[in-house]
């Protein structure tokens, strides 16, 4: 069941009924508590910003045996994802009801989630993590770090031109993704830049299309090289994915048909690149590697991950991706 716009966050407590495991971030929780005064909340804190498996595992032990009627999830895509890794962990039946409170990872409609294992990247992927019910309230992001926004933007939008042109593409995938690639043309830069309500609600929205595509078709090769560049240089993760989308586009263009996002978008192909560097530019997100401290390409390469690359429309060599990485 999905709840989707602002002050969506009032359908909450018809939701829930009994105990509540509630899996959030420090600061927050006072604002969770006040839609639900009556309710007996259990909360967690305890998680980094990529959820880790012994985090995970410590939540399985803090709570083994204890018995919820229902687990919320209530923050951003690591949030969301912690709390789908630990009910898929502990076997638990319990209905999710996941609350975003970024507009970009799109984590609340998907049935995967990232964990690291040992310090590597793994991606569960599996019908049962997909939450039960979603949120979307937009006045939850309004107010966000401008940085943390333009990353989320960013995420949600290369996720949905990604999906867009993916092998795994369907029909269905295709309509989020042209809905989600609309709208994030058309609010992403206000929705950065202020605290617009109809801009914040739309790219929260746009956000949620997007997830819902990527359920469907998976990313492809800019998500592909992201991990690396988060891991070992700290970029934030749609910050990462960014980096490489416009060169992306250059690649995949003689592979697949991608005239319906140029029309969205009002572009040629000429001007792909320079479309992307001024957004880029107009939400505060630096898209110049060496300027990011970012200078052993080579690494980022031979790090890739294989299954999204798989998904691309263009099989890549190497000399390609390093490509996806320059100026």
Not at 22 to 48: A, C
Not at 145 to 169: G, H, N, T, V
Request: net charge neutral; charged share 25%; hydrophobic share 40%.
């Amino acid at each position: 069941m999905e709840f989707i716009g602002r002050n969506a966050i009032q359908n909450l407590s018809d939701l829930i009924d009994g105990k509540v495991l509630l899996f959030t971030q420090d600061g927050i929780y006072n604002l969770f508590k006040e839609k639900l005064p009556r309710k007996q909340v259990v909360l967690y804190t305890r998680m980094s910003e990529n959820p880790k498996r012994e985090e995970i595992q410590l939540a399985q032990n803090l709570f083994n045996g204890e018995f919820f009627d229902i687990i919320v999830a209530f923050g951003g895509g690591s949030v969301i994802d912690f709390a789908k890794a630990f009910r898929f962990y502990d076997n638990r039946e319990v209905h999710l009801i996941a609350i975003p409170t970024t507009a970009g990872t799109g984590s609340q409609a998907t049935q995967f989630a990232v964990v690291y294992v040992n310090g590597v990247k793994t991606s569960l992927d599996n019908p049962i993590i997909k939450p039960n019910h979603v949120i979307v309230d937009s006045q939850f992001v309004e107010n966000a770090p401008r940085y943390l926004k333009a990353c989320c933007a960013m995420d949600a939008y290369c996720q949905a031109i990604e999906s867009f042109w993916a092998k795994k593409s369907t029909q269905e995938s295709q309509k989020y993704a042209l809905e989600a690639i609309q709208l994030c043309h058309d609010f992403l830069n206000k929705a950065v830049n202020t605290s617009d309500p109809e801009a914040n609600e739309k790219m929260a929205l746009a956000a949620h299309l997007a997830g819902k595509a990527i359920n469907i078709s998976r990313t492809t090769a800019a998500h592909a090289l992201s991990y690396k560049i988060t891991s070992k240089y700290g970029i934030p993760h749609g910050h990462a994915v960014a980096l490489s989308i416009a060169n992306l586009f250059l690649q995949n263009m003689d592979y697949c048909d991608i005239k319906p996002i140029l029309k969205i978008l009002q572009i040629s192909e000429e001007n792909i690149k320079r479309y992307f560097h001024i957004l880029m530019q107009t939400i505060g997100l630096e898209d110049n590697l060496e300027k990011l401290g970012i200078f052993d390409l080579e690494e980022i390469v031979d790090n890739i991950n294989l299954d999204r690359l798989s998904n691309n429309p263009k099989k890549l060599d190497r000399d390609d991706l390093l490509k996806l990485l320059s100026k």
